[in-house]
Each structure stands twice: as C-alpha cells, then as structure tokens.
C-alpha cells in the first residue's frame, strides 16, 4: 500500500480579481492575483497584483503585491518581497557555481529565504535556503549568480 499523510487544508480561495489558468492550486492556497501555467503547493499566498508564470511554489510560501515570479522553482516557507522579480529578463547565463545543473533559464529558491521587497534577480540564479534580505548584495542579481547566507 502506499500511503501519505493526510492534512486538512481549507480549501482554495480564489478572489474576485485572480486569473486562474493551465495550473494546480492545491488546498489552502489563496489566489489574489495571477497565475499561469504553475503549480502551488499547500498553503500559498498569491497577493493582488503578483503574477506567477511557469513556475512551482511550495508550500508556506507568500508572493507579496506587485511581485512576478517566472520559470522559477520556489522552496518552502519562502517570502517574495513587494515589486520583486523572480526569473527576471532573457539572459540564459549559466549558473557561474553549477553551470551543469543550472543551465535551462530556471531559478531556484531555497528554504525559508526572504526575497527583498523589489529585487530583480535574474535566471540560473541560485537563492540558497534560509538567506535573508541582508544577505543580498544589492537589489539586483544578474542571471547566474548565487545568492549565500554571509557568515
């Protein structure tokens, strides 16, 4: 038998305003703005006026207002700032650490990191877990580059 553990969400909102398409929104996720082609995770936060595009987001993970997240893939409890960018423009520049994993114009965000309200971070870019917003150099991350905890 397989069996996995059963949780009780409540089930999705999605408001009056949000654009729904081509994607799986799982329970106790709550949908303001927009969302295309993705998958969201148990209890995520999609805010008015965010847009998610191509893109996975796990659970306990909040998208603030204004926010564009696109052909990312997006770690638990992971906080995106307000006006922030998250596969920002076309450059396909490897990951300058792991130019054979990082390669594809995807952008990873690990764990629990906290994504400064309106930083442009590029693609191939790597945000390690539990990064903080002092732990980014300034507010714009060019593709392939690699965000760390300091210290």
């Not at 038998?1 to 089930?11: A, G, K, L």
């Not at 998208?63 to 997240?69: A, H, K, L, N, S």
């Not at 930083?119 to 991350?141: H, M, Q, T, Y």
């Amino acid at each position: 038998r397989v069996r996995t553990p059963f949780h009780s969400h409540p089930p999705v909102k999605v408001g009056p305003r949000a654009d729904v398409s081509r994607s799986l929104v799982s329970e106790g996720c709550i949908v303001n703005g927009h969302v295309f082609n993705s998958v969201l995770f148990c209890n995520v936060y999609v805010e008015m006026g965010a847009s998610v595009t191509d893109s996975i987001i796990f659970e306990d993970s909040r998208i603030e207002r204004g926010t564009t997240v696109n052909r990312s893939i997006v770690d638990k409890e992971v906080f995106v700032g307000e006006g922030a960018s998250v596969g920002f423009g076309e450059s396909n520049v490897p990951n300058k650490e792991e130019p054979e994993h990082v390669n594809t114009g995807i952008t990873l965000v690990g764990k629990g990191a906290r994504i400064p309200q309106g930083a442009r971070i590029g693609r191939n870019c790597k945000i390690n877990p539990w990064v903080g917003e002092s732990d980014f150099p300034d507010l714009f991350i060019p593709s392939g580059e690699t965000v760390s905890k300091k210290g």
